[in-house]
């Protein structure tokens, strides 16, 4: 059975960085073709992809917040950790981390997702 | 980027209406072109894959169509459970983007 499950601090000020932990199990990262990726949505908005890691440890980053973003992983547990610097009150968003594994930004399960409001 | 365009933005229908919803890329992508069904408050949930296939588990009432940058996914005998929020991806570069969506509500 796949899941997968975002964690992070509900609120964070501007400037401050924000770290967010996708913790997953049914499927290994290591398998060839698989891969885990992070969406946002702000509220009452559109999705919007933010990064990519695969199995080889290729990463893949939004053109417009790469500058902004670090994606990583950690073996154990099953973790993939999404690193977002200088955020801004724009980054408010449910945060959702999904897996492609049929084609790499092909998303057949996502996590229920994690809402950050960044606000002083 | 690729800029994915979605149509309409909103949609009125009724159980049982069959509706069309078009997505167009702004350069080719071939068939590397997904649909997402979203619930209120929910995750997306993936329909179409490779513009035309169906995800296991989802009902045969949805089918997409379309090559290189014009799109379709057709609901048929929409259920009470359709009306949602309906989203396309391309996958075809290396930086995926959505469409901007297209609400799905009761006439």
């Known amino acids: 059975q796949v899941t997968l499950r975002e964690s992070g601090p509900a609120l964070v000020k501007p400037t401050q960085t924000l770290t967010l932990t996708c913790t997953f199990s049914?499927?290994?990262?290591?398998?060839?073709?698989?891969?885990v990726s992070w969406i946002r949505q702000p509220p009452g908005k559109a999705l919007e992809w933010l990064a990519r890691i695969r199995w080889d440890d290729g990463k893949y980053y939004s053109t417009s917040l790469k500058t902004r973003l670090t994606i990583s992983r950690a073996p154990y547990p099953d973790q993939v950790v999404l690193i977002m610097t200088d955020v801004d009150p724009a980054d408010t968003a449910t945060y959702y981390c999904a897996r492609g594994a049929a084609a790499p930004g092909t998303f057949d399960f996502w996590g229920q997702g994690t809402l950050v409001t960044v606000s002083s | 980027d690729i800029q994915m365009t979605q149509s309409p933005s909103s949609l009125s229908a009724s159980v049982g209406d069959t509706v069309t919803i078009t997505c167009r890329a702004s350069q080719n992508i071939n068939t590397y072109l997904n649909w997402y069904r979203q619930k209120p408050g929910k995750a997306p949930e993936l329909l179409i894959y490779a513009a035309s296939t169906l995800q296991s588990g989802v009902p045969s009432r949805f089918s997409g169509r379309g090559s290189g940058t014009d799109f379709t996914l057709t609901i048929r005998s929409l259920q009470p459970e359709d009306f949602a929020t309906y989203y396309c991806q391309q996958t075809y570069s290396t930086s995926d983007t959505f469409g901007q969506g297209t609400k799905l509500d009761f006439k």
């Open positions: 049914g499927f290994s990262l290591s398998t060839s073709g698989m891969c």
